[in-house]
Every structure is written in structure tokens, then in C-alpha cells.
């Protein structure tokens, strides 16, 4: 891909961006012992805890907290990193400042992550942090009917395929989703056309290890769950007010674009954000960039609504 198609205030940020060696073994336990100490540092807002729980099954909590005891909304938010990295801390600023900034409650679980532990690992971690929070609210001061489910990149499908499972399952259902440049459908690393684009950030060869590794056996065949690949189900009726922001120039531009066609047309409020010369997770990649700062002030002020009934 040609950097001129980044818009010229990312593109310092996208060129310097190194290729994560996802694609193999070693690349990954590489890159998944360095994540932690390339996190930058944050402050945290004022009246914001970050703290740890755990499950009763000892699935990692990170809790982004604001001070006092109320009624208050929350949100269940799950990290990216292709379904073979990352952790919850990855997130910090952006889960930090949006309790802060919404005084809602955040719980972001540390999933089990794949080829070790394939579907449905991750989004069986991810229920488990759901029904966590369930039980959980009245002693954090939250309300039980005003929950939302976000992520990003992978966290994003993960978040998707949830709000599907919770929704066939008819227990209690999540305010809205909140979706970040998702990552929604295998069968857009079965197109090996894509490989030639070779687009900034994540690539189609690192999403075809992604899917293979989180799908196994399954990969290439019509045996994929939608609760795994969210744009493989046909109904999405009845599925909660959901905001969708992507990038106009990254690998999952079309499949997000389709899925938030698809939730319109099943009649499901849905807000897409496209930003144009924008790459994959370009806010998280060029955080004090206009467009990042404009992205994410539009997805707060989306959620902030969605959640006040």
C-alpha cells in the first residue's frame, strides 16, 4: 500500500509503525513478552482507580473505577491484538479517559488467547466477564440495564459474536455495542488477493494467522460459528444501538462497512463512522492527532447517549 493513501497528519505514525512477527511461534511469544514494557506510561485522570479482580473461574479483570457509590452505567470492553496478543492494558488511556469522562464503570477481561486456545476460549472468557459484571453491579454502584459491550480490532468481533450469544440466549441483554475498526469475518483472510495490498498495521497475512489460529480445524470451511466470525449470521434483528468507526484505507474497512449495512437493514440503530486515509487503529497509533482526538470525542459523545436510557 502506498503511504500517500494515509492521511498526511497519520503518516509519520504509520510508516514508523513496525511489522508484528504474528505470523509464526517465535514472533508471537516475541512480541507478546516485549507488549508490555512498550505501553506508554499514562496518567490517569483524577477519581480514576485501575484495579484487578478476578473470576471465580480466575479469568484477570482490569476495572477502570470512579470514585463515589451510584447509579452509574458500565461498559464490558475487550482489547484487540488479532486473537493471538494483548492485554487489557493496552487500553488504558482510552478505557481511563472515557470512565473518567462518562463516570461509568469499565471492566476489560484478559481473555485466553489463541493457536493454545482456540474458539471459543476468548469469547467464553468474555461471557464469563459479562455474567462478573451482572453479579457484580450493585456492589460497584452500577445499573444492570444501562451496559454496554465495546472493543477493538479482535476485542471488537469478540464484543460482536457476544452480543449475539447473549442475545440468543435471552438472559440479560447489553445497552449498546461499541465497535472499533472490528474484526468480523473469516473469510476476508481466505481472500489471498488481498495479500498484494499489504496494508499498513495489520495485513492479510497476519489476519490469515488470526483467524487460523483462533478457528483451527475450522478455518476454510463452513463450520465457523457467528459467534466466532459475527458477519457469517444472517438475522441480526433484535441486536442493541451500535456505533462502528473504521478507517476508509484498512483490510477491515468492507466487512465492517457490510455488517453495519447489515444491522441497518435488519432495522438496528446503527452509527457507521468511516475516516478517511485513516489505518487500522489509527487513534491508538497517533493518539494526539486531530483525527484521533475528533474520532474519539464523536464515539464518546455516541455512547454517553446510548447509555443514558
Known sequence: MDINQIHPELRKATASFPKLPV?????????????PLLL?????????????EKTAGGLNLRIYTPTGNKDRAAMLYIHGGGMMIGSPAMDDALLASTASELDIVIVSPDYRLAPENPYPSA?????????WLLENAAARGVDAKRIAIGGVSAGGGLAAGLVLRLKDEGGAQPAAQWLFCPMLDDRTAQNRSLDEINHFIWNNKMNLSGWSSYLGKNFGTDNVSHYAAPARRTDLSGLPKTWIGVGDVELFFEEDRAYANKLSAAGVACELEIVVGAPHAFDGL?????RAKDYLA?????????LLV
Open 23 to 35: 505470523t509464526n511461534r517465535l514472533g508471537r511469544a516475541i512480541t507478546r513478552s516485549l507488549l
Open 40 to 52: 506508554p506510561r499514562i496518567k490517569t485522570p483524577a477519581g480514576i482507580t485501575i484495579s484487578k
Open 123 to 131: 469469547v467464553d472468557d468474555c461471557h464469563s466477564a459479562w455474567s
Open 286 to 290: 497517533a493518539p494526539d492527532s486531530q
Open 298 to 306: 464523536k464515539a464518546k459523545s455516541w455512547l454517553k447517549s446510548a
